[in-house]
């Protein structure tokens, strides 16, 4: 079935938990350089300078890379469903359409009646990105694995940086060398 160009199928069916999980992981991996843990390392020991942990320069610097390298496009499939679910509150119908192809391969479920309407946007792997409710709360980005994953890997890389430059700190602060404060590198 064809609406305002787009298909159904069931490409959110396609992937599995495990393909979705190596996905991530070598997503994470590709968007984690040795570049970007000296910047997060760089920005945990300004922090600790400062002692703020997690300051906002980190979050900022954390969510631009994350947004280039991790996370999938929304946009593109969140305009074309709004589309689709004004269409369909006109018709004022009962409606269940699978969208498939959307921007990237992405594919949808979409649900209107006169009540109310509700989707969920798919990644090609199968992945829930994004859903709508028109119940008052709109569209919610859904973080996916990868995010996840990403989000975990740079805050231990983070978290391991303002402890060892804090451990410098209170080192120079008792006379000691800094040589003496341990470091730990637990990247994957």
């Known amino acids: 079935m064809q609406i ?4 159904t199928n069931n490409t959110a ?19 984690i350089t040795d570049g970007f843990v000296k910047q997060i390392q760089t920005l945990a020991r300004e922090d600790a ?11 900022q ?3 631009a890379r994350m947004e280039q390298y991790v996370s999938p496009d929304r946009a593109g499939p969140m305009s074309q469903v709004n589309s689709i679910m004004r269409d369909l509150a006109k018709e004022q119908e009962r409606v269940k359409v699978f969208l498939e192809r959307l921007m990237g391969n992405c594919s949808a479920k979409v649900q209107s009646d006169s009540i109310g309407q509700t989707s969920e946007i798919y990644s090609p792997d199968g992945e829930v990105i994004a859903s ?15 995010e996840l994953a990403f989000k975990g890997e740079t805050t231990m890389i983070y978290y391991h940086a303002y ?26």
Do not use: C, H
């Not at 300078?49 to 979050?59: A, N, P, R, S, V």
């Not at 709508?132 to 990868?146: C, E, L, P």
């Open 4 to 7: 305002g160009g787009l298909g």
């Open 13 to 31: 069916t396609l992937g599995g938990t495990s393909q979705i999980q190596k996905t991530a992981k070598k997503t994470v991996e590709n968007a």
């Open 49 to 59: 300078e400062k002692g703020i942990y997690m300051d906002t320069e980190f979050l």
């Open 61 to 63: 610097m954390r969510r």
């Open 132 to 146: 709508y409710n028109s119940f008052g709360g709109g569209w919610t980005k859904i973080q996916t694995k990868a």
């Open 163 to 188: 402890k060892e430059a804090r451990a410098e700190m209170k080192a120079a602060a008792q006379g000691q060398s800094p040589a003496d404060a341990a470091t730990v590198d637990i990247r994957a």
